[in-house]
Structures are given as C-alpha cells and as structure tokens.
C-alpha cells in the first residue's frame, strides 16, 4: 500500500504545480494537521484514495471550514484494506487555544478508546500532529511531545506512527525518519511517500 502523508506546509510540487501523474499510484493520503482545508479538499478531488485527517493546533478553523470529500479520524480507528489506523490529534498545551492538550488530557482521550483498541485488537498506524516526548520533538513547550504516545507504540507495537507538528525547516538534524522498538516512525511534514510493506524504509523515502 502506497501513502502520502502530510503536514504542516501546502506542497507546492502538490498544489501550485499540480499533475494527475503526481498522484497516480497512492493507496491512502494521510495529514497530520495545520494543514489548509481547501488543499485537503483539492487532493480530495483529484485523487482517487481516501483523504484521513487530524487536526493540527492551528486547525481551529476546521469548525466553520471542514475538508470536503475527507475523513477525520480523531478519536478512532478507521481501517482501510484491512489497515488499522488510529488518529489523535493536537499538541501539548501551551496557550489554551484550540486543540491543545496537557498529558494527562491526551492520556483522558486514550483511556476512552479503550474499548475500540481492544475490539480492533490494536492498530496498525498510530496519526497524530505532535511527536513522541525526545523521539526529535522540541525542547520548547508547544514542540514537546507526548510521553503516552511512547506507552502506545510500547503496548501495541504498531507499524508506523506519523506525525507532523516539528518543522524539517527548524532544524537540519530533524529526522524525516527514526524508529522505536518495532515502530516506523515518520515526520509527516509537508509530504512524505512510502509503502506500507516496504522492510527497507529508511533507504526508500520519498519527500
């Protein structure tokens, strides 16, 4: 299964420059939120594959402007082609704006999915917006990551954990890619391909 997954930043290459081409081949579009609701909904037009999103802690205006043709998938687990993929999305609160979460906020929401992790028995992709607390997120507070998601990939052992939130642009040694025990784990920022089934991951991204 082919991904494109998202964050933070429109792709140019994607939307000013668009090419049907571009997107021939990819199974499932993922975004990792602070992403325009109209470049989802475009992808959404002209992409046959399903368009899943969380939201990111500037995607207040998702209320009044929701992407059209997408799917949310906060607080769940959506599974597609037998895919289990669980979305949670936000960042550590640092303001009191929208979709801002303190741990024991975002260890509240996970305690509710007990019931949907135990009937799915687990997951295969876990999709936030902020990173893991030190897998290369921040040092400042509204970067920091979330110590309950290294709990997730502990217990479950998804595949893949995604996010966005953390900027390739802030910093040259921030990581596209990086791995926890037996888990993948991709900054999403502004684009990112890759197979689902692919062993050598590291070696074969594609930005």
């Known amino acids: 299964m082919k991904i494109l ?15 049907k081409s571009k997107l021939e081949g990819i199974d499932l579009i993922i975004s990792c939120g602070d992403l325009d ?18 939201r990111g802690n500037h995607d207040a205006k998702y209320e009044r402007i929701p992407p059209e043709g997408c799917i949310e998938i906060e607080d769940k687990i959506y599974v597609h082609e037998g895919i289990r993929i669980l979305g949670l999305g936000g960042s550590m609160l640092y303001s009191g704006g929208a979709n801002q979460y303190t ?8 305690r509710k999915l007990w019931f949907q992790i135990l009937r799915h028995r687990g997951f295969d992709i ?5 990173p893991a607390y030190q897998l290369n997120d921040g040092m400042d507070l509204p970067h920091q990551g979330f110590k309950v998601f290294l709990e997730l990939m502990e217990k479950y052992k998804p595949r893949f954990f995604i996010h966005g939130h953390v900027h390739m642009s802030y910093n040259r040694k921030q990581k596209r890619y990086d791995k926890f025990m037996d888990t993948h784990i991709i900054n999403a920022y502004e684009r990112c ?3 689902y089934d692919d062993d050598n991951l590291q070696e074969h991204l594609i930005r």
């Open 103 to 110: 741990e024991r906020d975002m260890r509240k929401r996970i």
């Open 37 to 54: 609701p109209h470049y989802l909904s475009f992808l959404a037009t002209f992409c046959t594959a399903p368009v899943l999103y969380v």
């Open 193 to 195: 391909e890759f197979d």
């Open 126 to 130: 876990l999709v936030t917006h902020a």
């Open 5 to 19: 997954a998202l964050a933070d930043e429109e792709s140019k290459y994607l939307w000013d420059f668009y090419e």
